[in-house]
């Protein structure tokens, strides 16, 4: 099969590695712009709110700790993980202990208070700890994979794609190339490629924090939708969910009443006081989201597939995810 894979970020990065193992003969058009995966945060557990959404982020979770050369290609840290909600935790806890036996625990509200520092919780929350959980980073994990490609019969090409056509075969500069599939996982300009789709490009952004966070863990609270991590030199990465839909990718700027916002809310939810604090950098990137969300193989027809994020943070689910889009693109 003669497979090309549209986007050389986290996702279309790890695809092409899986299908060049299957045998596939592989191009991935990679030029290399400002992307997701150069400004991701790279959380990484394995709990999430969807029980579904749950068993492939274990699974990715899984390998990451237990392949050697992926924890190298990704620079795997293992901070731990708290995730902050009201919903039933259940099922989900459930599918991250079938995965990853003894990794997950539910507490109550005065222990996320003393053991990593949250206040002024809803009597209703609860908290999902993971010892095996952290972040890892998705640019130096491209970067790994796109070199192994190349280094392994696989083409990888810096044309920027102008077209993507159904036969299915694409168009660059250099002319139309033809092939048996093609996977658009080009993120934000997802849409542009594939019509009839709901593809929408959302802005995503975070800062880089000196804020005495008293929580060694990564941690995610959807009460607020402030989420972080450590970083270094004790700085803490924090960000929020950002309300900038249908952005240019080639044009997003820093929205800096959310970063006042992030930094307000972090404030309150620690109950860190006093001092001036500004961010040391804000990072404005963008992602590429449907509903319902999620990391997987979609059909666009004529012999074309997407595989984009679908929610945002592909991180926590693209190696569970890329495994079970390679294996049906080699079995169609």
């Known amino acids: 099969m003669r497979a090309a894979v549209v986007g050389g970020g986290v996702a279309g990065a790890a695809l092409a590695w899986r299908l060049r193992t299957a045998g596939a003969d592989v191009t991935v058009y990679a030029p290399g712009a400002a992307d997701a995966s150069g400004a991701s945060g790279g959380l990484v557990r394995g709990f999430e709110v969807d029980g579904g959404a749950a068993r492939d982020a274990a699974e990715s979770l899984a390998e990451l700790r237990a392949d050697d050369l992926v924890r190298d290609w990704a620079g795997y840290r293992e901070t731990g993980s708290v995730y902050v909600t009201a919903d039933d935790v259940t099922p989900s806890v459930a599918a991250v202990e079938a995965v990853l036996p003894g990794s997950a625990s539910v507490v109550d509200g005065a222990e996320l208070a003393r053991r990593f520092g949250f206040r002024d919780l809803p009597a209703d929350a609860a908290g999902v700890v993971e010892r095996h959980a952290g972040h890892f980073s998705p640019d130096r994990f491209r970067e790994h994979a796109l070199r192994w ?29 033809a092939f048996d599939a093609v996977v658009v996982a080009a993120g934000a300009w997802t849409p542009r490629l ?139």
């Open 149 to 177: 490609l190349a280094g392994h019969g696989g083409d990888v090409r810096t044309e920027r794609v102008a077209e993507v056509l159904p036969g299915p075969a694409v168009r660059t500069s250099a002319g139309v190339t």
């Open 194 to 332: 594939v019509g009839g789709e709901p593809l929408r490009a959302k802005q995503i952004q975070y800062g880089l924090y000196r804020l005495p966070i008293p929580c060694a863990a990564s941690f995610v609270d959807d009460r607020t939708g402030l989420y972080g991590r450590p970083d270094r030199d004790g700085a803490f990465l924090l960000g929020m969910g950002c309300d900038r839909w249908d952005v240019d990718p080639d044009g997003v700027t820093p929205d800096h009443d959310l970063a006042a916002r992030v930094l307000d809310t972090a404030r309150r939810r620690f109950g860190v006081a006093g001092g001036e604090v500004v961010a040391d950098r804000v990072v404005a990137s963008f992602d590429c989201y449907r509903s319902p969300g999620g990391l997987r193989l979609v059909d666009a027809g004529g012999g074309v597939s997407t595989f984009t994020g679908g929610s945002g943070g592909a991180a926590k689910t693209v190696l569970a995810a890329s495994r079970r889009a390679a294996a049906e693109l080699v079995a169609s």
